[in-house]
């Protein structure tokens, strides 16, 4: 090793060192997190939080008090800056809280929170700011309010300073940008110990300097609005920190002893993520947490100043602690305050701050960063939650789930992390006056209606959410939650699935009779001699004249399933669109594949027609003519399916005769039309069968409908169920009931569609099925088959345009704690396979049920495709609940798809240039299949029947057709002529 080496090496390790044991050791938050196992971490935790861990709700003064003028109340710097300006909207009278204790007690009551975070308004208390001020009727206010949470067992959490600066300080001193606010800060502070100090173990000084310092002293976006000086935000947060540490030292010398509380200073953050994996995209995240988090936080927890990156980025902008100002500042905190969510603070409002990298929600991984940052202090999230738009009321379903998610990734946190999270606050109890945001949002979990006099409060669903989890502290585990064990039955079918198989009907060159030239001594090509052939080749064709149907085989039976499902190509079998001029070389295709997935062990399941998004997937001439909408379509069908049964169904005992056929149908004003002639369809090609062939062929027909889950965005709300319900109605019940139930569609549906109000309804007419018809469709199956990948939750409440179905009056949203697919965007959801396979059972109880199709989108360049390994296991261990616990009789499940070709990012199996690479997921598939699902370890295997092994080319060499070969050598040209030589016996066929 050479001395560079070696400097450099020691110039390594001390920038590794430094990175891990003290200040900059989160750095090492993004590479821990990229290297956690996907997508199990990301999986919901069913666990319970710590014991005493504080439940809190919290609000502040200005936005929820009111009463801006009453009862000696003094002017803050919000009730100046709301005046200013082209700002018509005011806090003054907010939410009443002042008039109103009784009813946020209320509400704290219902909540069940353990602890109460709110604010003191400073002007209040002092309306000039000064001790000398001092208002007696303001501050019994306060006595009252915490007199009476004490009464109902919640302790105050009780913040000293939250943005209302008495509007004197600022006319007066400048506000925070002039030293003089320490002293008084400190006095104000005093006062408040002294006061109220007996029953408050927890004091925030001063809620999110961030925001104060840079919207208020440098953008100008919040109050006093002052901009311009880009040096100013600076000063202001020196003062601040050092008016913290003032009132922190005065608690700790004059108060601690006695009253024993904490004290810290709440500190907002975002979290960013880099744009790229390099190792300064690393150091910019890190700059960007500095510059809004690390600002305060590091003096406070660390070395008593400011971080690295703001000194070499601000220089002599941004002010010096002296050595005995920043002994004085380090360390005067008793916990890591952090707030997180919808403020100012994560919404960075411009990118200065980001340092080209990307903002993102991720609360679990800004407490690590946190807690690895600042050497593991005990951590109380004392703001946390979301909003929602202005317009909504109780139904707070977006906001419901962002509370979920925050609250998921603090369990997390503390489970997986050992992070010491003591503590979360819910923001806010009640709507309010949202800052620079007026009345535009709500983050309340309870509605208050600002246009009533008495501003009474509701209780929204977000908070019936939050008592639950308080009640059961955190998501405890249910037996629901946790994995089957058991197996499923011998003769259970474990398919696959593909939209499609490779066809190539051109012989290979055992039937090709053209004359090749080999050029030995060249590149080796084989060259066809022009104008010379072979002998006529007098043989039948043969299955094993299509080298694809082999390969595909192969690639099938070695997933280890007993059925492979898959469609028929109406439009290539008959491009004419009538079964009198079918195209033989195909149907002969067709006829080959399912006789050697036979021979394979593979039973063929066939659809004949396949719904195709976007695009017609019908014969040209039928789609030219009017497509579904033309009875003669129907017609057409019915035959094609007499065809496919006649020359396939020798071999093919499990037939669909339309595969999601409601999959979009009902989004045009066509749709419900459509809907109806392909229910004739489909009972046309089934009677067909059923009259025809059935008898000869002993096989089951019928058709598979797209059946994703649909959750009500909260499940105990009537006013939500009836919105999912509708949904299945039109999505699934649409099919299913005239064919599975009573032969019509589902009353709601006809119901709904007749309602006046809807608007543009005109133009969505329901057909109204004749006597005729409904005794054709109905009955018309022989098992319910069901494709399934997903599931989405809807709501009656409007809170996105985008997402919202005005023919239903629906709006769709998901659960933020879902694992979605990342291409595609789809939660990962299996227990709404559960669900899906329960309501079937409740609607045609005893059917037999085939999941044809599920499966999940996933980058076709990941091998080791870790979310569709997670997904068949627990979609699978699903399906084992119901049938083992609900007796659903199930009778097979098919995974989707096979491979990567047919079907892009959903196969078993990857290709690299026309190579096919086995995926883990299919090792896994097998694995699951070869134990008939989770047997119970220990547990004797399952003993089923066991089928011959599959013998795909064994006939070949025993009577049957040899190919020799007779090679002529000269003028170093080799001329090949293959010949076919047939030594058959009589009683044996021709092997194809």
Same mark, same amino acid.
């Given at each position: 090793m050479t001395f560079c080496t070696f400097l450099s090496l020691l110039v390594t390790l001390s920038e590794f060192s430094s990175a891990i044991g003290g200040p900059g050791d989160g750095l090492g938050t993004w590479d821990r997190f990229s290297k956690l196992p996907y997508p199990g971490d990301k999986a919901f935790l069913y666990d319970t939080f710590p014991e005493n861990f504080m439940w809190a709700v919290g609000t502040a003064a200005y936005q929820v008090e009111g009463a801006f003028e009453?009862?000696?109340?003094?002017?803050?710097?919000?009730?100046?800056?709301?005046?200013?300006?082209?700002?018509?909207?005011?806090?003054?009278?907010?939410?009443?809280?002042?008039?109103?204790?009784?009813?946020?007690?209320?509400?704290?009551?219902?909540?069940?929170?353990?602890?109460?975070?709110?604010?003191?308004?400073?002007?209040?208390?002092?309306?000039?700011?000064?001790?000398?001020?001092?208002?007696?009727?303001?501050?019994?206010?306060?006595?009252?309010?915490?007199?009476?949470?004490?009464?109902?067992?919640?302790?105050?959490?009780?913040?000293?300073?939250?943005?209302?600066?008495?509007?004197?300080?600022?006319?007066?001193?400048?506000?925070?940008s002039n030293p003089a606010l320490v002293e008084l800060f400190k006095d104000y502070a005093d006062f408040c110990f002294q006061t109220f100090g007996d029953d408050v173990k927890y004091w925030i000084t001063i809620d999110n300097p961030f925001v104060v310092a840079w919207h208020g002293y440098g953008t100008g976006v919040v109050a006093p609005g002052i901009k311009n000086d880009p040096d100013l935000p600076f000063q202001v947060g020196h003062n601040l920190l050092k008016a913290h540490a003032a009132a922190w030292h005065h608690y700790d010398r004059h108060y601690r002893p006695r009253q024993r509380g904490k004290?810290?200073?709440?500190?907002?953050?975002?979290?960013? +993520?880099?744009?790229?994996?390099?190792?300064?995209?690393?150091?910019?995240? /890190?700059?960007?947490?500095d510059f809004v988090l690390g600002w305060f936080a590091r003096p406070l927890f660390s070395d008593g100043d400011y971080p690295p990156c703001m000194r070499s980025q601000l220089g002599r902008r941004l002010p010096s602690f002296t050595p005995a100002e920043r002994d004085r500042v380090r360390g005067t905190a008793d916990f890591?305050?952090?707030?997180?969510? @919808?403020?100012?603070?994560?919404?960075?409002?411009?990118?200065?701050?980001?340092?080209?990298?990307?903002?993102?929600?991720?609360?679990?991984?800004?407490?690590?960063?946190?807690?690895?940052?600042?050497?593991?202090?005990?951590?109380?999230?004392?703001?946390?939650?979301?909003?929602?738009?202005?317009?909504?009321?109780?139904?707070?379903? +977006?906001?419901?789930y962002y509370l979920k998610r925050f609250i998921a990734e603090v369990l997390k946190s503390i489970k997986y992390d050992k992070v010491n999270v003591i503590g979360y606050t819910a923001w806010s109890l009640i709507d309010g006056f949202e800052w620079h945001r007026e009345y535009g949002i709500r983050r309340g979990l309870y509605y208050v209606d600002f246009s009533t006099p008495d501003l009474t409060r509701e209780p929204k669903t977000s908070a019936i959410f939050y008592r639950k989890v308080i009640e059961r502290n955190g998501f405890p585990q249910l037996p629901e939650n946790r994995p089957a064990r058991g197996v499923f039955p011998c003769g259970f079918a474990w398919g696959v699935s593909a939209n499609s198989i490779q066809v190539e009907t051109t012989p290979t060159q055992f039937a090709d009779p053209s004359v090749y030239i080999w050029n030995v001594s060249g590149n080796g090509e084989l060259k066809r001699l022009?104008?010379?052939?072979?002998?006529?080749?007098?043989?039948?064709?043969?299955?094993?004249?299509?080298?694809?149907?082999?390969?595909?085989?192969?690639?099938?039976?070695?997933?280890?399933?007993?059925?492979?499902?898959?469609?028929?190509?109406?439009?290539?079998?008959?491009?004419?669109?009538?079964?009198?001029?079918?195209? @033989?070389?195909?149907?002969?295709?067709?006829?080959?594949?399912?006789?050697?997935?036979?021979?394979?062990?593979?039973?063929?399941?066939?659809?004949?027609?396949?719904?195709?998004?976007?695009?017609?997937?019908?014969?040209?001439?039928?789609? @030219?003519?009017?497509?579904?909408?033309?009875r003669g379509t129907v017609e057409a069908f019915a035959d094609y399916a007499r065809l496919c049964y006649r020359e396939l169904g020798a071999h093919v005992k499990l037939w669909i005769t339309l595969n999601e056929p409601n999959d979009e149908q009902g989004s045009h004003a066509d749709g419900f039309e459509e809907g109806h002639q392909l229910l004739?369809?489909?009972?046309?090609?089934?009677?067909?069968?059923?009259?025809?062939?059935?008898?000869?062929?002993?096989?089951? %027909?019928?058709?598979?409908?797209?059946?994703?889950?649909?959750?009500?965005?909260?499940?105990?709300?009537?006013?939500?169920?009836?919105?999912?319900?509708?949904?299945?109605?039109?999505?699934?019940?649409?099919?299913?009931?005239?064919?599975?139930?009573s032969g019509d569609y589902p009353p709601g549906m006809r119901d709904w569609l007749n309602?006046?109000?809807?608007?543009?309804?005109?133009?969505?007419?329901?057909?109204?099925?004749?006597?005729?018809?409904?005794?054709? %469709?109905?009955?018309?199956?022989?098992?319910?088959?069901?494709?399934?990948?997903?599931?989405?939750?809807?709501?009656?409440?409007?809170?996105?345009?985008?997402?919202?179905?005005?023919i239903l009056e629906i709006q769709h949203m998901t659960d933020t704690t879902w694992i979605t697919s990342a291409r595609r965007n789809a939660p990962v959801v299996p227990w709404g396979l559960r669900k899906t396979l329960n309501w079937?059972? &409740?609607?045609?109880?005893?059917?037999?049920?085939?999941?044809?199709?599920?499966?999940?989108?996933?980058?076709?360049?990941?091998?080791?495709?870790?979310?569709?390994v997670y997904y068949l296991y627990n979609y699978i261990n699903e399906a084992l609940k119901a049938y083992t616990?609900?007796?659903?009789?199930?009778?097979?499940?098919?995974?989707? @798809?096979?491979?990567?070709?047919?079907?892009?990012?959903?196969?078993?199996?990857?290709?690299?240039?026309?190579?096919?690479?086995?995926?883990?997921?299919?090792?896994?598939?097998?694995?699951?299949?070869?134990?008939?699902?989770?047997? &119970?370890?220990?547990?004797?295997?399952? /003993?089923?029947?066991? /089928?011959?092994?599959?013998?795909?080319?064994?006939?070949?060499?025993?009577?049957?057709?040899?190919?020799?070969?007779?090679?002529?050598?000269?003028?170093?040209?080799?001329?090949?002529?293959?010949?076919?030589?047939y030594y058959a016996a009589k009683r044996h066929k021709p092997y194809y």
């Open positions: 009453k009862d000696g109340k003094g002017l803050s710097v919000w009730d100046t800056f709301t005046r200013g300006g082209s700002r018509t909207l005011t806090g003054d009278v907010g939410s009443d809280s002042y008039h109103n204790i009784h009813g946020d007690i209320r509400a704290l009551k219902q909540l069940g929170v353990s602890h109460y975070r709110f604010s003191l308004s400073w002007s209040r208390i002092f309306p000039n700011g000064s001790r000398g001020s001092y208002n007696e009727i303001g501050t019994n206010y306060y006595k009252t309010l915490i007199r009476k949470l004490k009464e109902n067992n919640v302790q105050p959490v009780v913040t000293l300073y939250h943005w209302d600066l008495p509007d004197n300080l600022q006319r007066t001193f400048g506000g925070w004290l810290s200073m709440a500190l907002a953050s975002h979290w960013i +993520k880099p744009s790229r994996t390099r190792r300064e995209s690393l150091a910019s995240c /890190q700059c960007s947490l890591f305050a952090l707030s997180h969510g @919808a403020a100012l603070s994560f919404q960075l409002i411009n990118d200065s701050l980001k340092f080209r990298q990307h903002e993102d929600l991720d609360l679990r991984m800004l407490l690590y960063w946190v807690s690895a940052e600042y050497d593991h202090p005990p951590i109380f999230v004392v703001e946390s939650g979301w909003y929602v738009l202005g317009k909504t009321k109780t139904e707070d379903s +977006k906001h419901m022009e104008g010379y052939s072979a002998m006529p080749l007098q043989r039948r064709q043969h299955c094993a004249d299509f080298a694809t149907i082999r390969q595909q085989v192969e690639e099938i039976r070695r997933v280890g399933v007993s059925h492979f499902h898959f469609s028929l190509n109406w439009s290539a079998v008959v491009p004419s669109g009538w079964a009198a001029r079918p195209n @033989a070389s195909l149907l002969t295709y067709y006829r080959c594949f399912a006789r050697q997935l036979l021979r394979a062990n593979v039973t063929p399941v066939v659809t004949l027609w396949h719904h195709t998004r976007h695009r017609s997937s019908l014969p040209a001439p039928l789609d @030219a003519a009017g497509g579904w909408l033309k004739r369809a489909h009972a046309l090609a089934w009677r067909a069968y059923d009259q025809e062939f059935r008898q000869a062929q002993g096989g089951q %027909v019928s058709l598979a409908l797209h059946f994703d889950w649909v959750e009500p965005a909260f499940s105990f709300s009537r006013e939500d169920v009836e919105p999912a319900n509708r949904v299945l109605d039109f999505r699934v019940g649409w099919f299913s009931e005239p064919i599975f139930g309602r006046r109000h809807i608007p543009d309804l005109i133009s969505y007419r329901l057909p109204v099925f004749s006597e005729e018809d409904r005794q054709l %469709v109905r009955g018309t199956y022989d098992f319910f088959a069901l494709s399934h990948f997903s599931t989405e939750l809807v709501t009656h409440a409007l809170e996105d345009k985008y997402t919202y179905t005005p079937v059972q &409740e609607h045609y109880s005893g059917v037999p049920v085939y999941v044809m199709a599920n499966g999940v989108l996933e980058d076709p360049a990941r091998f080791k495709d870790s979310l569709r616990l609900d007796g659903v009789n199930l009778k097979g499940y098919f995974a989707y @798809a096979l491979n990567d070709q047919r079907d892009p990012g959903f196969g078993l199996y990857g290709h690299v240039q026309d190579e096919p690479i086995v995926k883990a997921s299919l090792s896994h598939y097998r694995n699951i299949i070869q134990h008939h699902g989770f047997p &119970e370890e220990g547990a004797p295997a399952q /003993q089923c029947p066991s /089928q011959p092994p599959p013998c795909l080319g064994c006939q070949v060499l025993t009577k049957r057709p040899v190919v020799g070969f007779l090679s002529l050598v000269g003028s170093g040209v080799l001329l090949t002529l293959g010949l076919i030589i």
